[in-house]
């Protein structure tokens, strides 16, 4: 496999010339790739790069793929106008089980190491921290547009988020990484992986930067945190219909990012609902895609309920407050359930509801549909 295919839609390949001299060496290399499990998902967005790692691996290489369940602790500063929340221990590690269990959805696990990022950065000690931050300047972590402009509107900049650069770069050191591929995102981290490694005896990786995907908003790019993004998980109907959402002006990048092919000269629904039919076919089946097109079709395009729903058991009580309802019946919070209310995203058996606490009565066997997609038959 030549290096077009490795490098599909890449933005950056550097140092110019280096990956070419990589993949002259004649030995499997050792591509790397980082994902912090800040979420339970993998997101096609995501998926855009496993591909091209999974691309490396047909071509006989190794593909390293680092959980980072120590440096999700820090928060990657990329991209980010404030520092990121703290996530509890406990939610990092269960999402950091399941990113692993997902990525074999896309590589070959006979061709894959997976590492998480807490064998060693837990065990750097205070001097070996030091020498690890002596590879870098101030002035080159406030290169970074991100860090740069905060400091500038003199936003806080913690010194965690400082140290992010550096634990990703001794994460190359660790697995003695050929080559680093990631988002247009994370440039700079990559780059600090190629002043890192020399200083340990190793030869600098190449960089490897590919196109982000936008996310279903057609504005930012897809991420958990923003919750503009399609899981590669979740279930066939849901994927299809959040493929469907998305703007016309982002049909193009989709077909190109998320199905490696251009766009066919279509109308614009007719491209979304080959794309949508793509994107489930692509993560489930040819039968699922088709089943989704259809639920599609008669609960979106012509209203209706669709033919099958989980049946919801009512709480006890009358009358019965909805936005518990909702909240238990689909995963919303509370509030999101009290605003879907309030915004005429409610019904029950095809009607608007707007109350907020309702008789017993007028919930048994109703048809509860909150937004578009998603359906419940209330049982006692």
Request: no cysteine; glycine share 8%; aromatic share 6%.
């Amino acid at each position: 496999m030549g290096a077009a295919e490795l490098t599909r839609n890449a933005v950056h390949v550097l140092p110019e010339g280096e990956l070419e001299k990589k993949l002259e060496l004649g030995r499997p290399l050792r591509v790397k790739l980082g994902i912090d499990p800040t979420g339970p998902e993998i997101h096609i967005g995501f998926a855009v790069v496993l591909r091209r790692l999974r691309a490396f691996q047909d071509a006989g290489h190794t593909a390293v793929l680092i959980v980072g369940d120590y440096t999700a602790r820090i928060g990657d500063p990329s991209g980010r106008s404030k520092e990121r929340p703290v996530i509890p221990d406990e939610v990092l590690d269960r999402n950091a089980k399941h990113f692993a269990e997902q990525a074999y959805r896309i590589l070959d696990p006979e061709r894959t190491e997976i590492r998480f990022n807490g064998e060693w950065l837990g065990k750097l000690d205070y001097a070996e921290l030091v020498r690890l931050t002596r590879t870098g300047t101030v002035a080159q972590l406030l290169e970074r547009n991100d860090f740069g402009t905060r400091f500038a509107d003199g936003v806080p900049i913690s010194v965690s988020e400082l140290l992010y650069p550096f634990a990703q770069g001794y994460d190359s050191v660790a697995v003695e990484a050929d080559i680093e591929v990631g988002g247009t995102d994370q440039l700079y981290n990559l780059l600090m992986g190629r002043d890192v490694m020399p200083q340990y005896g190793l030869e600098p990786q190449a960089v490897i930067t590919y196109e982000l995907l936008v996310g279903t908003d057609g504005v930012e790019k897809m991420s958990k945190s923003v919750g503009n993004y399609v899981g590669i998980d979740e279930a066939p109907d849901e994927q299809f219909g959040k493929v469907m959402s998305i703007p016309d002006g982002a049909i193009d990048q989709w077909w190109r990012l998320g199905l490696d092919t251009d766009a066919p000269a279509l109308e614009p629904m007719e491209a979304k609902l080959a794309l949508a039919r793509g994107i489930v076919e692509r993560y489930h089946s040819a039968d699922a895609a088709h089943s989704a097109e259809e639920h599609f079709t008669r609960v979106v395009r012509e209203g209706q309920a669709p033919e099958e729903m989980p049946d919801h058991v009512l709480p006890h009580g009358d009358p019965i407050h909805l936005p518990a309802v909702l909240a238990d019946a689909f995963a919303l919070s509370t509030s999101d359930a009290r605003r879907l209310i309030a915004q005429g995203g409610v019904r029950l058996d095809g009607e608007p509801v707007t109350e907020l606490d309702l008789p017993r009565e007028r919930l048994r066997d109703a048809v509860l549909q909150a937004g578009k997609r998603r359906f419940a038959r209330l049982k006692d």
